[in-house]
């Protein structure tokens, strides 16, 4: 295991091309420490979503790594076999994103989903996959889990289907979560809710997290500490303190303006 | 004065199969006056774009009335509302798909001209030369096509075309949601700057309660095919009377961490849907506040103070938010 000195997620120099254009993400380096909720800020096209996709490797075809490094609990993702990936992913790694109703699959019932994931990567001593998916459905406090576990995604709502993501992505105590948007699809009102279980759930496994966002607030509302990158690279980073109440790069200083404060109350 | 739109009691629903009914708009009454910006807030799903629809008369209303500077727009044949059209025009959320790809920007802005016999053939390509610089754009930019341009810029060709038959309306329906937060502030000061210079009326739909406090001067918040509260854009901001209210403001983050609220009573669950709406106050089964009476009892607008209407039985009064 690891001391808690040790970071558990190390990008180095990451550089990811798509065919002949220039990087997408370029020279990208940075830490995550076991338990901490990182922010990666920045606006569409800026490079953050590539920068998640490349840690899964799960780079869109075309995409591909050209030089640096990714070392999870020191072990080199980069240098991974897919067939090795796949146990990090949904393993030691898991993933939320943005839109809920595009990841379930749409023919299969929702108890049956959250138990594929158990029955891929947890020890079938842990209990029957089903009832893991059950406890799961009921910890991320969706009303009757039995009656939900029946379902099929479409007959739930948009807050609903992104708590069953969530249990998805817990259900093997990750120990880094992904969360690329997790909210930025679903109603305002909703959003707050989601950000909570998160953080609850978070803390209850003692899960790192890499917050993939385009919402200031969200990062100023959840992270400890944030990267704000813009043409690919980090043009910023460090504590949510520091990088948003005395920001020094102009990018980040335009990006704050541009939010300023709607509430006053 | 006599307003330049009146809708009174608006229901737009939409049939489903098995005699299922979406209650998309269900009874709102509504009042633009000439040259006032007016912001429709509410969530996905709220009725807010298909009210505006209904406005423009793009969808049937089902039952109700829609009173376009003292003519009834609800009551006009398709055939003769052209004259009409002119004089209200629409801004759409994605730009690059209210724009056709194979025509160049300035046959796009020379359309409305010819189409309501504004100008033709040298003449309306000059005026929209003139139109797109209007909107910040170079008159050079009329040679080219839709995908060369920024979702920014496009937008701003949307907006060019909507005013190029000097309407008295514009309905902006999420006219910055697809865009980039740098460039949404830009694209609110040019609907504001147009706003003033043309003297016309916005109805500016969105969820982004910042960017309604950008453009407009008194705001409605819908919930669920109702209007639930209204008032002048401060006050509301300052002083929230409908819990749902509330919660949207509250839902908005603060970009600096030291200013960051606790939300104080999160409404639970999610928006029900609009084939079976609640009985009674709509909010009733996700408000923090809700009594029994919330249950049976629908509360109807009330004035509050000047401008300022409220929709619930136990309305919070400023200075005294409830915490629970």
């Known amino acids: ?213 385009h919402d200031i607030g969200v990062v100023a509302y959840t992270c400890d500490r944030v990267l704000v990158m813009h043409e690919g690279r980090i043009v910023e980073s460090g504590s949510v303190y520091e990088v948003l109440e005395r920001p020094r790069h102009p990018y980040t200083q335009r990006l704050l303006e541009a939010v300023a404060q709607p509430c006053n109350r | 004065m006599q307003p330049l739109i009146e809708m009174r009691e608006v229901r737009v629903h939409f049939p489903l199969q098995r005699g299922e009914v979406v209650h998309a708009v269900d009874g709102v009454n509504l009042t633009l006056t000439q040259g006032e910006a007016v912001g429709l807030v509410g969530e996905s799903g709220c009725g807010k774009s298909t009210l505006a629809r209904a406005l423009l008369r793009l969808i049937p209303l089902t039952a109700g009335e829609v009173w376009f500077d003292g003519k009834p727009l609800h009551q006009i044949p398709e055939g003769q509302l052209r004259p009409l059209r002119k004089q209200m025009q629409i801004v759409f959320q994605d730009p690059m798909a209210s724009l056709n790809p194979r025509l160049r920007i300035g046959h796009i802005l020379v359309e409305p001209l010819e189409v309501h016999g504004l100008a033709r053939g040298k003449q309306a390509w000059q005026q929209a030369g003139e139109l797109l610089e209007r909107v910040g754009l170079p008159s050079e930019y009329l040679h080219r096509y839709p995908h060369e341009f920024s979702g920014g810029q496009r937008q701003r060709i949307c907006i ?30 040019l609907l504001s700057a147009l706003q003033r210079e043309l003297h016309m009326a916005i109805l500016f739909v ?98 509050t103070e000047a401008g300022h209407e409220v929709a619930c039985h136990y309305p919070l009064s400023s200075g005294n938010t409830k915490t629970a």
């Open chain 1, 1 to 213: 295991m690891n001391t808690a000195s040790n970071p558990l997620l190390q990008v180095e120099g990451l550089t990811v091309v798509f065919g002949q254009q220039p990087p997408v993400v370029c020279e990208v380096s940075f830490e995550v420490m076991p338990g901490e909720t990182v922010g990666i800020v920045g606006e569409s096209g800026s490079g953050k979503t590539v920068t998640a996709l490349s840690i899964m490797r799960l780079l869109p075809p075309g995409g591909r790594i050209v030089s640096g490094s990714i070392l999870f609990d020191r072990m080199p993702l980069h240098q991974f076999s897919e067939v090795r990936m796949r146990q990090v992913r949904g393993g030691d790694i898991s993933m939320v994103f943005q839109d809920p109703f595009t990841c379930l699959n749409p023919v299969m019932r929702i108890g049956e989903q959250v138990a594929e994931a158990a029955r891929l990567h947890r020890d079938r001593a842990e209990g029957n996959p089903y009832d893991l998916a059950l406890r799961m459905l009921r910890a991320v406090h969706l009303p009757d889990p039995e009656c939900i576990a029946r379902r099929y995604p479409h007959e739930l709502s948009g807050g609903q289907r992104q708590r069953v993501m969530i249990a998805m992505a817990f259900i093997c105590h990750p120990r880094l979560l992904i969360a690329d948007e997790p909210s930025t699809a679903l109603d305002v009102t909703v959003q707050l809710q989601i950000l909570h279980l998160m953080r609850e759930m978070q803390q209850q496994h003692g899960t790192a997290v890499l917050l993939i966002t």
């Open chain 2, 206 to 303: 969105t969820h982004d309660l910042h960017a309604v406090r950008q453009v407009c001067s008194r705001v409605l918040v819908m919930y669920l095919g109702k209007v639930v509260e209204s008032a002048p854009v401060e006050r509301l901001f300052t002083a929230p009377a409908h819990p749902y209210t509330c919660a949207l403001l509250d839902a908005v983050l603060e970009p600096k961490p030291s200013q960051a609220r606790r939300p104080r009573n999160l409404p639970a669950g999610d928006v029900p849907t609009a084939v079976r709406v609640p009985t009674g106050c709509r909010f009733h089964t996700r408000c923090p506040y809700a009594q029994q009476r919330c249950e049976v009892e629908e509360p109807s607008l009330q004035t």
């Open chain 2, 160 to 189: 060019a075309r909507a005013i190029a038959t000097q309407p008295r309306l514009l309905v902006a329906d999420e006219p910055t949601s697809a865009l980039d937060l740098s460039i949404r502030a830009q694209i609110h000061a």
